[in-house]
């Protein structure tokens, strides 16, 4: 009887053994699967997915005045172009005016994207934005909605990074004047 019972309790701590060598498998590839692989072409859901953590990291730099972190998630052709003015070109220009936006006005925004695109290396995104601005020196909030059209470029890392955006603005009712822009003006 002995040997039976030992021969079951080797059987079951086997059988228990591989049932967790199961479980680390299908672990493994299920989160293997969520994200690409050297060499492998993302899926568009993965795409999507990182377009969206790339506007949650832009949106809190934005939001934060963290003009290093905006600057990392930009290429160096990016080009933004704002109603009324010349087109901002290249990093450091945007960089420029982002910082003396920073330094003037406190900006809380938010984005809600409508339609996000991906073909290739390139994808856009449209929607809508709103951004309440209050000046560091004192005086009454701004605040303004709009549209936004922004082309994203993935970067030979895998990463993506904005490379063109453009918007335009219209006043809430109540407000006065040109409103604010989002981030550089």
Request: charge should be neutral; charged fraction near 20%.
């Amino acid at each position: 009887m002995r040997e039976v019972r030992l021969d079951f309790a080797v059987g079951a701590m086997g059988a228990i053994a591989l049932a967790l060598c199961a479980v680390v498998f299908f672990t493994s590839v299920a989160v293997a699967q969520s994200k690409p692989q050297p060499g492998s072409k993302p899926t568009l859901e993965q795409d999507l997915a990182a377009i969206t953590e790339f506007n949650r990291k832009y949106l809190k730099a934005i939001n934060d005045g963290d003009i290093a972190t905006l600057s990392s998630l930009t290429d160096e052709d990016h080009i933004m172009i704002t109603p009324g003015r010349p087109p901002l070109i290249g990093k450091a220009a945007n960089d420029a005016a982002n910082g003396r936006a920073f330094q003037q006005v406190k900006i809380d925004e938010t984005w809600t994207p409508v339609e996000t695109v991906v073909s290739g290396d390139l994808a856009y995104q449209r929607g809508t934005y709103t951004v309440a601005a209050t000046p560091k020196a004192g005086g009454n909030t701004t605040k303004t909605s709009g549209h936004f059209l922004r082309i994203y470029r993935r970067q030979p890392n895998g990463e993506w990074r904005m490379t063109h955006d453009t918007f335009n603005s219209v006043p809430e009712s109540g407000t006065r004047g040109q409103g604010a822009a989002p981030a550089a003006q």
